[in-house]
């Protein structure tokens, strides 16, 4: 899991790498309705640019954001299993 700046058409978002397949991308992504597991295809990884922003630090944005605007079943079981991780 890491922290990657990603360049869609409704703007930059700041979202959470989860998952690198050979054909899906999965990531944490949050936006105006909460935060949410997303599932893109892996042409999307060019707009995609990594940075050095500490996971650990993301993973508690995160999950204080999902308090506050909502999180999904899914989003919350990926940010406390896979955060103990790293």
Do not use: N
């Not at 998952?19 to 707009?47: F, N, P």
Request: glycine share 6%; no cysteine.
């Amino acid at each position: 899991m890491r922290v990657v700046k990603y360049h869609t058409p409704e703007g930059v978002f700041h979202v959470l790498l989860t998952k690198e397949g050979r054909k899906w991308l999965h990531i944490l992504q949050m936006d105006s309705t909460g935060l949410r597991l997303r599932r893109v295809r892996t042409a999307e990884r060019s707009y995609m640019a990594d940075t050095d922003y500490p996971t650990s630090k993301a993973i508690d944005h995160f999950l204080d954001a999902g308090k506050r605007f909502g999180i999904t079943d899914s989003a919350k079981y990926t940010l406390t299993t896979e955060g103990a991780k790293t």
